[in-house]
């Protein structure tokens, strides 16, 4: 079976709208923590507020936009399932990448080189996650990917995360960090859906019936605690004494 036999919206084109739309909202809360960490006087509220948009860009824009837009993914005749433990890692991944990513432009001095290492990191954290979750899908047979849309998938990740952190930190706007969020968000649907475009599937009627758990169960408590987890950002970034969607001041790391 190949790839011209799946479905990437077997669920409606609904999964790539709210996939897309968590993205950006994730996205748009990251950045704002990124932006105001640079502002921050003191080394702690600085590494608070990168690792708080560390878990902003890779939990919720990154990994939970994954598994939304996978609940259109099917393979007609087979039962799907996903490892859990894979799953829980791709997430501490993508955190962990972005993060990574985030703090050479929050917690040192800012500078275009490391502006375009921070992007790569960040975009190799987008393709990392999702080809670690893909990973965790567990059914009768066997993925394999076309190289060359692969390549593509990581290329327009780093491009766009770029692009984003650019608009973020050198054009210090409300405006532009709202247009950093949208371009953040086309990043990773964008190579989601590239990557996905690079699947092949070949089932085997051999193989063991799929052990794991379903995307949905994957889902649906993680879009909730998500959606705490958003509430707990922005009462934070709009309570703490500064508009973290506002202009920060230069940084003195």
């Keep these: 079976m190949n790839h011209e036999s799946m479905q990437h919206f077997s669920s409606g084109p609904w999964t790539l709208v709210l996939a897309y739309g968590v993205s950006v909202i994730g996205s748009l809360i990251g950045l704002s923590c990124m932006a105001r960490a640079r502002s921050e006087p003191t080394r702690r509220a600085k590494v608070l507020w990168t690792a708080l948009g560390a878990l902003a860009i890779g939990g919720i824009a990154i990994w939970l936009m994954h598994f939304i837009a996978m609940l259109g993914f099917d393979v007609p005749g087979a039962t799907i399932k996903y490892s859990a433990p894979l799953t829980a890692l791709s997430a501490l991944v993508a955190v962990g990448v972005v993060g ?34 893909m990973s965790a899908i567990r059914f009768k047979g066997e993925i394999s990917y076309d190289p060359t849309l692969v390549a593509a998938s990581v290329l327009i990740a780093i491009a766009a995360a770029t692009a984003a952190f650019w608009f973020t930190l050198v054009v210090k706007t409300p405006t532009a960090r709202v247009v950093a969020g949208l371009v953040m968000g086309v990043a990773v649907t964008g190579m989601h859906y590239t990557g996905m475009a690079a699947v092949h599937v070949t089932s085997d009627a051999t193989f063991p019936a799929p052990q794991g758990t379903a995307v949905f169960d994957l889902v649906f408590p993680i879009f909730v605690i998500s959606g705490l987890v958003v509430g707990a950002l922005l009462w934070m970034l709009f309570t703490s004494g500064n508009d973290g969607l506002g202009e920060p001041a230069e940084s003195a790391g």
């Design 100 to 133: 990574a990513g985030l703090s050479l432009v929050t917690l040192v001095r800012f500078t275009r080189m490391r502006l375009l290492v921070a992007g790569t990191l960040a975009g190799v954290g987008v393709a990392g996650m999702h080809y670690l979750g």
